[in-house]
């Protein structure tokens, strides 16, 4: 069981350059979920799935698009990447809102 | 108001201490409590459930008073190891911004 993995783990962009961050789940959740964090500040949620073919905005959505084409993947697009979105990116899932969440290990982005 | 408070410390105590924090939540109708553990640049990890009845892990104990709208938890004979960040959550996506907990030696 390799619980909720991330793709990639580091990566840097150029302002205006797009790339699509992976989150794959084993654990058969209906729930997935993307945060930020940034430096002294809580996880603050982007968009979320509450199953396959579905997704909802979050706290921080702007920049960001999402899909979750499969039940075990959630992708999260930047479509033209600005310095803001400079963060470590947090992949979470969950069998439903009423339970803990499961996080991967984070993809951590810089935009130059 | 925020939906999930915390203080953001941090918290400085020796090894051996004993330290408690609390999370206030703003909905009443929240059903679901946790508390996560993250340590510096990794993910949040559960610690624990947060039960009506209170629970207790170990050095850990959690409770919640539903009356004040508030979870606590508390660690007995703090390690060096238990140095971290500790995140309450009342479900429904919320979390709380976290509370830094370092133990001296």
């Known amino acids: 069981n390799a619980g909720v993995t991330q793709t990639p783990k580091f990566r840097v962009l150029k302002t205006g350059q797009s790339m699509t961050l992976l989150c794959a789940q084993d654990m058969n959740h209906e729930y997935m979920y993307w945060y930020r964090q940034d430096p002294g500040m809580g996880l603050r949620l982007i968009h979320y799935?509450?199953?396959?073919?579905?997704?909802a905005k979050g706290e921080v959505p702007d920049g960001y698009n999402v899909s979750r084409l499969k039940k075990q993947n959630f992708l999260l697009g930047l479509e033209s990447a600005a310095p803001s979105q400079t963060s470590v990116y947090f992949c979470?899932?969950?069998?439903?809102?009423?339970?803990?969440?499961?996080f991967g290990p984070g993809t951590r982005l810089t935009v130059t | 108001r925020k939906e999930v408070e915390q203080d953001p410390g941090p918290f400085n105590v020796p090894e051996g201490a004993t330290v408690a924090f609390n999370c206030t939540y703003s909905?009443?109708?929240?059903?679901?409590f946790f508390w996560y553990r993250q340590d510096c640049r990794k993910e949040p990890k559960l610690l624990m459930s947060v039960y009506s009845s209170g629970n207790e892990d170990g050095r850990f104990t959690a409770q919640l008073n539903r009356a004040s709208q508030y979870i606590s938890l508390l660690i007995r004979d703090s390690k060096l190891s238990d140095s971290a960040t500790y995140l309450c959550?009342?479900?429904?996506?919320?979390f709380g911004q976290g509370t830094t907990l370092q133990v001296k030696p």
């Open positions: 799935s509450v199953g396959e073919g579905t997704t």
């Open positions: 909905n009443s109708a929240s059903q679901s």
């Open positions: 979470a899932s969950s069998y439903s809102d009423y339970y803990e969440q499961y």
């Open positions: 959550s009342t479900g429904k996506l919320i």
